[in-house]
């Protein structure tokens, strides 16, 4: 792809205007273009570490002579700025989805002179670019009234290090010298400490506070479906007749595109589409369209139902028999409506061009409506590409950003997908894979998959395939698809059950296996200094020494791999991951203390390399590692803090015999005890919300973070310490679960303990991660209450088979690796069934790189080594489902109670021998 160039081209011609002969063309200024930004520097600059800072908005219509106009104003004061690189960048910072914090930010401004001098340079700045198109941007303030320009009180060049959720980012300094993770949130926030605000010295910034809004006199707004950038969708009464509604803002200049529209045109648009529609029975009615202080509103009837998505995951039947799925005639005949209401719009002459779950409300009586028609479009028309992954044609989801629209064939694929998820309940959607070819056999292929035991989805395979087929031409025309649906109703009584799959093959198995060792292998690159294996978005930014997204989960993966099969290609890389981690750890100033997110897990990983390689030096490294981990602080959990470091502690202890270690791990526990609260029965452990970047306080009940893994820590430190008060507190974290659990068809779930929060079943947050907990303490006091929790856990996991990523973290890795904690506690074969189960789906979901079968991240779109939300955690969890032995990540004083597995597989994971470098 061609870089768009015209942003660079605009700032080149400005420097070049600034240019001096001696100082050469560009008048000495620095330029630097990144992935997203452009940097911009001053011949002679100094390095602020944080201030009140200026933001300019454009759209990507309007940014070109924005760019120009604040250049010349900035290049004259000498001032350091950076822009959106492209037009293409341009635009993502006003489109509708934005990060709300950061949206509008077109061009950010560094200024490093006092009071006066910063009024001075916004004013000019103002002048330059009044008139011009920006959205205003929702985190800052503008300058004065109508402006592009906007303040807030942010970092400079801050100081990058770790901030308490384990990413790196750029913190501010408070007065008492402690670094400050620097919010960017969706309104004006400064910390109290900032220093007055230079354009209203006495203002007191204040978060907004809840308050009834009434809008155009009529509506009152009640509560917040989403919010975002573009605008938020709201409930509301109308007061004139009392009826329930639904209102949508769309913001001035956001969602703005090159052809000069924005989100108040596609909320017009929409506006019309209703109206034209009125009389159909498949929309909902429009009530009024009106402008509020510059922004537009539609306001429309408010559907009594759910979405489509909701219906079916309320209705889908997951048992643990024979069968499961949607009652398979209410399944069709919700098929059938699904097809009659795409055919309504497209004998209009309008294509959708975004039907998906989460646009169709299914009424109390069974009715479909269609919302969120603001992306109906004429074929051909050229309009911005919208598209939902895994409900999207091939030739929608790669046409141009600004193309025309496709043609009615690509509802078809949408309705197939649509059918997809009605039938299973699960999004039909896939990592690209070599070639990105052949995307029907693989879709068709999980189907089948799918369709053992699901009666629904046996009816309405064939059908789906051909909706779902490559080639657009080939998609049956919609009055077919009612006629096969029609047909497909009448034969109900001859469609036989297909064979119900047990689990995973032994050749797919130790296919993923291999193949997923040998990407890992592939991918690494000891030459970067930056990560040692590549990771998404959100790995990119952490620590790239920890287990959850960087190199020390990946390495301990390969020593368990090379324990149960040993193979030198597994040794050199152990022995080259071993060397980069212990390295380059060092650079990295800030050492926090949890298993995942923090440095113990990186000793851990150093320790277990260390007996693989029988490498003293390395042992002595680890351990510095973990003697120098904090084991108290604030945040009580295992991810991020004091617990997970206690759990490390425990570990060295039982290596090394060192009684430090066992002293250390005593004080976590004494922390975390300090740290609990009660509160309406229950003992909870807070987390302080800047750890996890939220506004407010949580109390979790899952592993990862809350009362499952805190009580998992205090059992364990029990067992080694022979202190009971850390037994009682952990039995009294197990009845905490007992008592929130919610039980249902034999199944037990938690929610993550945060107002509002859906059923979990997952480790981090849900049934495998608070059932591992229940079964430790079932083992340790024999109370069959917490073994009768652990197995409705399982149960509750197992239904999720088909439904959950593939990961650790949260998905099916991390669930099977309960399901086989189970199967050896107890001794009953039936948990590593389900276990093998879960593989199953982690099969389906599988994508071929490079000629290797590998599995993609949570996300299911890409394909990242990382070990809680990638690929090298799926293939542990494979492994000690075709070898047996302990989980990773937990000490011997957790597991010592388990009685022997007497036949999960062919070898046995070991402890690490580094026992013996003592």
């Known amino acids: 792809m061609v870089r768009d160039t015209v942003l660079l081209d605009v700032l080149t011609a400005v420097l070049s205007r600034a240019g001096d002969g001696e100082a050469g063309p560009l008048g000495g200024w620095r330029v630097r273009a990144g992935e997203f930004w452009c940097y911009v520097s001053p ?63 077109f061009l950010t401004v560094y200024p490093e002179g006092d009071e006066d001098w910063l009024r001075d340079l916004a004013g000019e700045l103002h002048r330059a670019t009044l008139g011009l198109p920006g959205p205003g941007i929702l985190s800052d303030l503008p300058c004065f009234p109508h402006s592009l320009v906007h303040y807030r009180y942010g970092v400079f060049s801050g100081v990058t290090t770790l901030d308490g ?145 909701r219906w079916v995951l309320d209705r889908l039947v997951l048992d643990d028999g024979e069968e499961w799925g949607p009652d398979p005639d209410e399944a069709l005949t919700t098929a059938r409506r699904l097809a009659e209401a795409m055919r309504a719009v497209h004998h209009r002459g309008w294509v959708l061009r975004d039907f998906n779950p989460n646009n169709v409300m299914v009424t109390d009586d069974g009715t479909l409506r269609l919302i969120d028609l603001e992306t109906l479009a004429r074929p051909g028309e050229h309009v911005v590409r919208v598209h939902t992954p895994g409900y999207a044609a091939a030739e929608q989801v790669h046409a141009g950003r600004i193309d025309a629209a496709p043609g009615i064939e690509s509802d078809l694929y949408s309705l197939g997908a649509t059918l997809f998820y009605l039938a299973t309940g699960v999004d039909p959607l896939l990592a690209p894979g070599d070639g990105g070819g052949a995307h029907k056999e693989r879709l068709v292929s999980w189907l089948a998959r799918l369709s053992a035991g699901n009666p629904a989805a046996r009816r309405l395979a064939p059908l789906i395939g051909a909706l779902l087929d490559d080639d657009p031409t080939a998609r049956p025309a919609l009055d077919e698809v009612l006629h096969r649906l029609r047909t497909v109703d009448g034969e109900r009584a001859r469609s036989r059950p297909a064979p119900v799959s047990r689990g995973i093959g032994e050749g797919e198995l130790k296919q993923l296996i291999t193949d997923g060792l040998d990407h890992l292998l592939a991918t690494m690159d000891p030459g970067r200094f930056d990560r040692l294996w590549p990771s998404g978005p959100v790995g990119t930014v952490s620590d790239p020494f920890n287990i959850q997204h960087g190199a020390a989960g990946v390495l301990g993966v390969l020593v368990l791999a090379h324990r149960l099969e040993p193979q030198p290609a597994l040794r050199t890389a152990v022995r080259s991951a071993a060397d980069w981690i212990s390295g380059l750890v060092g650079r990295e100033p800030r050492c926090l203390p949890g298993l995942y997110y923090g440095r113990s897990g990186t000793a851990w990983a150093l320790l277990d390399a260390a007996g693989l390689l029988a490498d003293a030096s390395l042992l002595a490294h680890a351990t510095g590692l973990a003697a120098g981990t904090p084991v108290e602080g604030p945040v009580p959990d295992i991810c991020h803090g004091v617990a997970g470091a206690g759990l490390t502690q425990l570990r060295f202890w039982e290596a090394t015999g060192e009684p430090r270690f066992l002293d250390r791990a005593r004080r976590a526990a004494e922390a975390v005890a300090a740290l609990a609260v009660r509160r309406d029965g229950l003992l909870l452990w807070p987390i302080p919300g800047e750890t996890l970047a939220t506004s407010d306080t949580l109390a979790h009940y899952g592993f990862a973070h809350g ?30 679960l007992l008592a929130v659990v919610e039980v249902e068809g034999g199944c037990a779930y938690w929610r993550t303990g945060e107002p509002g929060s859906p059923r979990k079943t997952h480790w981090c947050s849900g049934s495998s991660g608070a059932g591992t907990f229940l079964l430790h303490t079932w083992l340790e006091t024999g109370d069959e209450d917490f073994l009768t929790a652990a197995r409705q856990a399982a149960a509750a996991v197992r239904r999720t088979r088909w439904h959950e990523g593939p990961t650790q973290c949260h998905g099916l890795a991390g669930d099977g690796e309960f399901l086989l904690d189970l199967a050896q506690a107890t001794g009953d074969g039936t948990y590593r069934d389900w276990a093998a189960e ?53 000490p011997h004083s957790l597991t010592a109670a388990e009685p022997e597995d007497p036949g999960a597989g062919v070898a046995r994971a070991t402890s690490a021998p580094v026992d013996d470098l003592r």
């Open 707 to 736: 009362v499952a893994g805190v009580g998992a820590f205090l059992l364990a430190a029990a067992r080694a310490t022979g202190t009971a008060a850390y037994a009682e507190l952990a039995v009294e974290a197990a009845r905490t």
């Open 165 to 309: 959720d384990g990413t790196r980012a750029a913190m501010l300094i408070a007065p008492d010298g402690a670094l400050v993770r620097d919010n960017r949130r969706p309104w004006f926030a400064p910390p109290s400490w900032a220093p007055r605000d230079p354009f209203a010295p006495g203002r007191v910034a204040e978060p907004p506070k809840p308050a009834p809004v009434l809008l155009h006199g009529r509506f009152l707004v009640r509560g917040v479906i989403r919010h975002a950038f573009a605008g938020g969708v709201y409930r509301a009464v109308d007061q004139g007749t009392g009826h329930a509604v639904i209102v949508k803002q769309a913001r001035r200049h956001a969602a703005a595109t090159l052809a000069g529209g924005d989100a108040r045109d596609m909320r017009h648009h929409e506006a019309r589409m209703l109206e034209g529609f009125a009389d159909s029975g498949f929309t909902p009615r429009p009530v009024a369209v009106f402008e509020q202080q510059g922004d537009l509103f539609l306001v429309q009837e408010a559907i009594t139902g759910v979405t489509l998505r």
């Open 838 to 890: 879960l593989a199953t789906g982690i099969h389906a979901r599988h994508v071929v790189r490079d000629g290797r079968m590998v599995v993609p991240d949570d996300t299911g779109t890409a394909v990242w080594a990382d070990f809680n939300t990638g690929l090298s955690g799926v293939v542990a969890f494979l492994a000690r489902l075709a070898h047996g032995g302990p989980r990773m990540w937990v």
């Open 43 to 105: 011949p002679r600059e100094t390095r602020q570490v944080q201030g009140w800072k200026l933001h300019v908005s454009a759209t990507p219509l309007s940014a070109p002579v924005v760019l120009s106009r604040a250049a010349e104003v900035l290049v004259r004061r000498g001032c350091r700025f950076k822009f959106a690189g492209t037009l293409e960048r341009a635009g993502e910072l006003v489109s509708r989805h934005y990060e709300r914090g950061g949206g509008g930010k």
